[in-house]
């Protein structure tokens, strides 16, 4: 893991766990949240690290482009390009981009989720680096290997790294 892009996402928990004891700790907020998380990464890596012309863009095409086979990943220049955001500004803009929906609602309805939902996607980031980084380094993962490499045979599909239900919603989930 990007040890910069930890710093960054748990500078975004601070005032989410703050303000924590104050928010709704309903746990259907947690689940709504994971949802999101599931629903904001799918939607990041298809609609950003895949359309050309974004900041997210080339340097997604360069970790496509260095990696083929798990014995190519495992040298230092693949494993650079491993990382959700690549770079600290971009995660600080993800961890942006993430709230500010929540926060709008937050202001809107007075339903108190940006703090909880901030915290769920920090965890979920952190977990995301690391599973990424494993599946690419030919490490054991609890699910998700095949679904990923198929992806890298395949570009334009199996956009979840975390889960592929999403693939399956949007018709982008590849045949076996």
Not at 27 to 34: E, H, M, N, T
Not at 102 to 123: E, N, Q, R, T, Y
């Amino acid at each position: 893991m990007n040890l910069r892009n930890a710093i960054v996402a748990l500078l975004f928990a601070v005032p989410a766990l703050i303000a924590l004891p104050r928010s709704s700790h309903n746990p259907i907020v947690f689940v709504g949240a994971l949802i999101w998380c599931l629903w904001f990464e799918y939607w990041y890596h298809r609609a950003l690290q895949h359309r050309p012309g974004t900041i997210f863009q080339q340097k997604h095409h360069i970790h496509h482009a260095t990696y083929q086979t798990v014995e190519d990943c495992t040298s230092t220049s693949c494993a650079e390009h491993l990382d959700f955001g690549g770079n600290v500004v971009y995660v600080a803009i993800l961890f942006a981009a993430n709230g500010a929906p929540l926060l709008l609602i937050d202001l809107v309805f007075g339903v108190h989720w940006l703090a909880p939902s901030m915290v769920v996607f920090v965890s979920f980031f952190l977990f995301l680096e690391i599973l990424h980084r494993r599946i690419h380094l030919g490490q054991w993962v609890p699910w998700g290997a095949a679904h990923h490499h198929k992806h890298h045979e395949a570009p334009l599909m199996n956009f979840g790294v975390v889960s592929s239900w999403l693939d399956c919603l949007f018709g982008t989930k590849a045949r076996s």
